[in-house]
């Protein structure tokens, strides 16, 4: 059974930082794919970043230059480390796997004060 598990999520204030960690589980073939959407109140999840496993990368524009993802083949970890973090940031967070099919993370909450 697939299991993605995340943590690092809380409160910072704008212009913080925080790093968000993803361990996946359960795939004999590992993951080709990972990365994380958010959600914020009231709107659709959207992409926030994404990772394969030979390393390249894929950011939506509102996040370019501030967030950076990374991972680790050999755990099936995924992070995301957020500079520059600002009140628009804010969202639940959640990680994302794909294998045969596509997982989720029951996500983290992701809070900037302004």
């Known amino acids: 059974q697939v299991q993605l598990v995340e943590s690092g999520g809380g409160l910072v204030q704008a212009g913080g930082s925080l790093r968000l960690s993803c361990a996946a589980s359960?795939?004999?073939?590992?993951?080709?794919?990972m990365g994380w959407y958010r959600q914020a109140p009231g709107k659709q999840r959207e992409l926030v970043a994404t990772i394969n496993h030979s390393g390249a990368t894929e950011y939506d524009d509102s996040v370019k230059g501030r967030f950076t993802i990374s991972n680790d083949n050999a755990k099936n970890t995924v992070y995301l480390q957020m500079n520059s973090l600002r009140a628009e940031d804010t969202a639940d967070y959640y990680c994302?796997?794909?294998?045969?099919?596509?997982?989720w993370g029951k996500g983290t909450l992701v809070t900037v004060s302004s």
């Open positions: 994302y796997a794909r294998a045969w099919m596509a997982f």
């Open positions: 359960g795939s004999r073939f590992g993951f080709n794919v």
